[in-house]
C-alpha cells in the first residue's frame, strides 16, 4: 500500500521554484516530510522510491546538498548517482537539450546544482522525468521548504508570523520570499541599498501575498527589521561565484550582523535561521550561533528530511 503522504498531485512534476506551486502544494511538501522525519524517527523504513535512481548534477561545490540527497535517495530506497560537471559531456559542449533527453533515458529524476536559472529551465524543457532545482543563483527553493518546516515545528504555525531576513537580497531570500507569501507569514528583509532582491521575485511573491493576507517589506535598518520577529535569518555576505566581492561587501554589510544587541529587538522566544555555510564573526556571531534561541543544526537536518519529501512526491 503507497504511504499516506504520497499524494499524486505531484507525482511527475518538476521543483524549479515555489512560485510553481500553490500553498496547498506547499502544504503536502510539508505533511510528507514532517511524516518522513517521524519515520525515520521511530525506524520505520520508507522505500517507496525503490528501483529508482535520482541523478544528481553539480555545477557548484556542496555539503549539505549532496549528503542529504544522496543520504536521502538511499533511505527512500532507490539509487543515488553523482555527475560531475567535469565528467559529464557538457564539459566538451553537449548541448543541455542533449544531455537531458539522454539521462531521461536512464534516470528517474535529475536534482542540479548550478548557476543560472535559465540552464535549469532548459534541462527541464528537454526531460521527460521531474528535474528539482538543488539551487540557481536565483533561487533556493529545497532550502526554504526545509526553513519553513522547522519553523513550523517550533513555533507550532506559520500563518502571521514574522520572519527578519538580515542581509544580501539573494537566492535564499527570494525563495523565503516565495514561501512566506505562500504560507500567510510577515516578512521584512534589511539589506544595504543596492542589494535588495530581484524586482521580478518581488512582484510573484507580492502576487500571492495579495491571497493569504502576507505581508513583505525591505527596509534598510536591521534593528527595525527584527523587531518582534518570531524568526531571525542570516547568510553569507558574499554567495558562490562573488568571492570577489567579498572584501567590499565586508564593508558593505558591516552593521548587519546578527548579534546579541540585533536580538534583543526580537519577540523573546525568536528563533535563528541560517542556511549554513556560516562565516562566524561576519553575518553572524559565535554567540548566537551556538546560543539558545540558535536552531541552526536541525534547520539543517531538516534539509534530509524535506528533500527526501520532493523526492517521495514528484518520483512517485
Same mark, same amino acid.
Given at each position: 500500500?503507497?504511504?499516506?503522504?504520497?499524494?499524486?498531485?505531484? $507525482?511527475?512534476?518538476?521543483?524549479?521554484?515555489?512560485?510553481?506551486?500553490?500553498?496547498?502544494? +506547499?502544504? %503536502?511538501? %510539508?505533511?510528507?516530510?514532517?511524516?518522513?522525519?517521524?519515520?525515520? $524517527?521511530?525506524?520505520?523504513?520508507?522505500?517507496?522510491?525503490?528501483?529508482?535512481?535520482?541523478?544528481?548534477?553539480?555545477?557548484?561545490?556542496?555539503?549539505?546538498?549532496?549528503?542529504?540527497?544522496?543520504?536521502?535517495? &538511499?533511505?527512500?530506497?532507490?539509487?543515488?548517482?553523482?555527475?560531475? #560537471?567535469?565528467?559529464?559531456?557538457?564539459?566538451?559542449?553537449?548541448?543541455?537539450?542533449?544531455?537531458?533527453?539522454?539521462?531521461?533515458? &536512464?534516470?528517474?529524476? +535529475?536534482?542540479?546544482? !548550478?548557476?543560472? @536559472?535559465?540552464?535549469?529551465?532548459?534541462?527541464?524543457? &528537454?526531460?521527460?522525468?521531474?528535474? +528539482?532545482?538543488?539551487?540557481?543563483? %536565483?533561487?533556493?527553493? !529545497?532550502?526554504?521548504?526545509?526553513?519553513? *518546516?522547522?519553523?513550523?515545528?517550533?513555533?507550532?504555525?506559520?500563518?502571521?508570523? $514574522?520572519?527578519?531576513?538580515?542581509? =544580501?537580497?539573494?537566492?535564499?531570500?527570494?525563495?523565503?520570499?516565495?514561501?512566506?507569501?505562500?504560507?500567510?507569514?510577515?516578512?521584512? +528583509?534589511?539589506?544595504?541599498?543596492?542589494?535588495?532582491?530581484?524586482?521580478?521575485? *518581488?512582484?510573484?511573491? @507580492?502576487?500571492?501575498?495579495?491571497?493569504?493576507?502576507?505581508?513583505?517589506?525591505?527596509?534598510?535598518?536591521?534593528?527595525?527589521?527584527?523587531?518582534?520577529?518570531?524568526?531571525? &535569518?542570516?547568510?553569507?555576505?558574499?554567495?558562490?561565484?562573488?568571492?570577489?566581492? @567579498?572584501? #567590499?561587501?565586508?564593508?558593505?554589510?558591516?552593521?548587519? @550582523?546578527?548579534?546579541?544587541?540585533?536580538?534583543?529587538?526580537?519577540?523573546?522566544?525568536?528563533?535563528?535561521?541560517?542556511?549554513?555555510?556560516?562565516?562566524?564573526?561576519?553575518?553572524? !556571531?559565535?554567540?548566537?550561533? =551556538?546560543?539558545?534561541?540558535?536552531?541552526?543544526?536541525?534547520?539543517?537536518?531538516?534539509?534530509?528530511?524535506?528533500?527526501? #519529501?520532493? *523526492?517521495?512526491?514528484?518520483?512517485?
Amino acid at each position: 500500500m503507497a504511504a499516506a503522504y504520497l499524494d499524486a498531485r505531484l $507525482k511527475g512534476k518538476d521543483f524549479l521554484t515555489l512560485a510553481d506551486f500553490s500553498t496547498e502544494e +506547499i502544504r %503536502l511538501f %510539508l505533511d510528507a516530510a514532517h511524516e518522513l522525519k517521524k519515520e525515520l $524517527k521511530a525506524g520505520i523504513p520508507h522505500p517507496v522510491l525503490k528501483g529508482k535512481t535520482l541523478g544528481m548534477i553539480f555545477h557548484k561545490p556542496s555539503t549539505r546538498t549532496r549528503v542529504s540527497f544522496e543520504v536521502g535517495m &538511499y533511505q527512500l530506497g532507490g539509487y543515488p548517482l553523482f555527475l560531475s #560537471a567535469q565528467e559529464l559531456q557538457l564539459r566538451r559542449g553537449e548541448s543541455v537539450g542533449d544531455t537531458a533527453r539522454t539521462l531521461s533515458r &536512464y534516470l528517474d529524476g +535529475i536534482m542540479i546544482r !548550478t548557476f543560472a @536559472q535559465e540552464d535549469l529551465e532548459e534541462l527541464a524543457a &528537454y526531460a521527460s522525468i521531474p528535474v +528539482i532545482n538543488g539551487l540557481t543563483d %536565483l533561487v533556493h527553493p !529545497t532550502q526554504a521548504l526545509a526553513d519553513i *518546516m522547522t519553523v513550523e515545528e517550533h513555533k507550532g504555525k506559520l500563518h502571521g508570523l $514574522k520572519l527578519a531576513f538580515i542581509g =544580501d537580497g539573494n537566492n535564499v531570500a527570494h525563495s523565503l520570499l516565495h514561501i512566506c507569501a505562500k504560507v500567510g507569514m510577515k516578512m521584512v +528583509i534589511a539589506c544595504p541599498a543596492g542589494y535588495e532582491p530581484d524586482p521580478r521575485v *518581488m512582484a510573484e511573491a @507580492q502576487a500571492d501575498a495579495a491571497k493569504t493576507g502576507a505581508s513583505l517589506e525591505v527596509i534598510e535598518d536591521p534593528a527595525a527589521a527584527v523587531k518582534e520577529a518570531d524568526v531571525v &535569518y542570516t547568510d553569507l555576505w558574499a554567495s558562490m561565484g562573488q568571492e570577489g566581492e @567579498q572584501e #567590499a561587501r565586508r564593508r558593505v554589510f558591516s552593521r548587519y @550582523q546578527v548579534n546579541s544587541a540585533l536580538l534583543r529587538n526580537a519577540a523573546p522566544d525568536v528563533i535563528v535561521l541560517h542556511c549554513l555555510p556560516a562565516h562566524r564573526g561576519e553575518e553572524i !556571531t559565535d554567540e548566537v550561533m =551556538d546560543g539558545p534561541h540558535s536552531v541552526v543544526f536541525e534547520e539543517a537536518e531538516n534539509r534530509l528530511h524535506m528533500h527526501k #519529501a520532493i *523526492m517521495a512526491l514528484v518520483m512517485q
